[in-house]
């Protein structure tokens, strides 16, 4: 009987590492096909948090955390129990744009060291072609004393989860695998079919794989680039953008892409592992590079046009009140990993604003603990000179006028201002009602 017959039987386990917006998606999906799943994190507050039926993510639910059979443990010894490993730790970047790979190193060492013979490790965590078989590898077979090939086999299976996205959700991704020789492929394969209804992809080689989730992302993070290039000219010009968009989207080859934000775990992060592979082998990235630089530079266009329209306005800047709309890097999640609102405000802040930041969805320990930011609640606010959207969250684009009003309630009416960043709220309805109007 081979591992994945071992699997389906419930005589081998799963041991999902890394636990957050995506591990803990798949370890309950696995789960709830009556698989057996020990969910493992270093974060005992998060393990104690999903032991209680809470799920701080919102990937899946309370309810559905408070019912799944998964076996959260912060006890690495657990690990010895499973025969089919799946790591899903971030991978983020360093302060100088390269790549962090210090928690996908340090959970390779926490599975070496309870690695068993015939056990096979997948990882999901994005990294730069080669990092599996020239770093991971070495690390397990030294930890556990065992040969990769021989007694223990490794695969990559890069995640396509869109956190607070209830369409594209993991079932209905395709899944992109791979392995170490065909056999595992074969394995992986089919573990993954397991859950994943939309299919897998056998890659042919691990390197392959490990590529396909860089470029993917770096491709999305290229056209909007363009986009957000298209914004900064368009607005010298007196342009809408979003108009330019909507009049060109009526072709059948447009792509669709809009102008905005790019930040969290993924699109703002993975085209720098690409970079850092390309520039150690000579290469200096032209266009990938080039859309990093705009991406990275909108929160500080967005600030400026927030000063440029309340000197319009004929507010003192410095004594502005300003409410930042959002916190998290993206709507629909309390996620604020690498949030590009931040560029927003601290570029404010060199005016000497200091922002109200109102975001329902995210965690205000967390926010305090990661940026040092005081979350306000909304019914607190009504004296804003300006209201920037920042967040397309349902709470801030489904407010009805009588609430959106009450953000100004003690500001005159000839210096309200409205700085749309999704471009989500209704332009001609904010002008009739003589609000300054400034989209991205």
């Known amino acids: 009987m081979n591992l994945f017959e071992k699997i389906i039987n419930n005589e081998e386990k799963i041991s999902l590492i890394g636990l957050g917006y995506v591990g803990m998606p798949i370890a ?9 799943v020990i969910g493992f994190d270093i974060n005992k507050t998060k393990i104690e948090q999903y032991k209680e039926g809470i799920d701080p ?25 499973a025969k089919f490993h799946i790591v899903s730790v971030p991978t983020p970047i ?28 997948v990882y999901e965590s ?36 869109n956190p607070g996205d209830k369409v594209h959700t993991l079932e209905n991704i395709v899944k992109i695998v791979s392995g170490i020789d065909e056999e595992s492929l074969e394995t ?17 080689s691990i390197k392959v794989a490990e590529a396909a989730k860089v470029v993917e992302n770096s491709q999305r993070d290229i056209n909007i680039a363009f986009m957000n290039e298209l914004a900064i000219v368009f607005d010298k010009m007196g342009i809408d953008t979003n108009e330019v968009v909507e009049a060109m989207n009526t072709k059948w080859n447009s792509l669709g892409f809009y102008p905005g934000l790019v930040g969290g775990h993924c699109i703002g992060v993975d085209p720098y592992y690409f970079i850092y592979e390309a520039e150690k082998l000579g290469y200096h990235s032209q266009i990938i590079l080039s859309g990093r630089k705009i991406n990275d530079g909108m929160g ?19 004594e502005a009140n300003v409410v930042i709309m959002g916190i998290t890097f993206k709507e629909n999640t309390p996620d604020i990993r690498n949030s590009k609102v931040i560029d927003i405000i601290t570029r404010l802040e060199e005016y ?3 922002p109200a930041v109102v975001d329902p969805q995210a965690d205000p320990a967390e926010t305090k603990k990661e940026y040092g930011i005081e979350l306000v609640n909304m019914d607190q ?42 471009s989500k709220l209704n332009k001609k309805a904010l002008l009739a009602e003589g609000y300054q109007y400034w989209s991205l």
């Open 28 to 36: 309950v999906a696995f789960a709830n096909k009556g698989i057996d």
């Open 300 to 318: 500080a266009f967005v600030a400026d046009a927030i000063i440029k329209e309340l000197v319009l306005s004929g507010k003192k800047v410095k």
């Open 352 to 354: 000497g604003i200091k």
């Open 126 to 161: 994005t990294v730069y072609p080669g990092v599996t078989e020239d770093i991971c590898i070495p690390i397990l077979e030294k930890e556990s004393g065992l040969k990769c090939g021989v007694d223990f086999k490794v695969g990559y299976s890069p995640e396509r989860i």
């Open 94 to 121: 360093n302060t100088d744009k390269t790549p962090n790979l210090a928690p996908v190193e340090g959970a390779t060492k926490t599975i070496g060291k309870h690695l068993t013979k015939g056990s096979i490790v």
């Open 381 to 422: 606010i009504t004296d804003a000179d300006c209201a920037v959207l920042a967040v397309a969250h349902p709470e801030f684009i489904n407010m009805t006028a009588e609430q959106f009003n009450k953000l100004f309630e003690n500001t005159e009416d000839n210096q309200k201002i409205v700085v749309d960043v999704k």
């Open 57 to 81: 993510t919102k990937e899946v639910g309370n309810e559905t955390i408070g019912k799944t059979s998964v076996e959260f443990t912060s006890d690495e010894s657990k690990l010895s129990e």
């Open 188 to 204: 992986i394969a089919k573990v993954y079919e397991i859950v994943i209804d939309a299919g897998v992809h056998r890659a042919k």
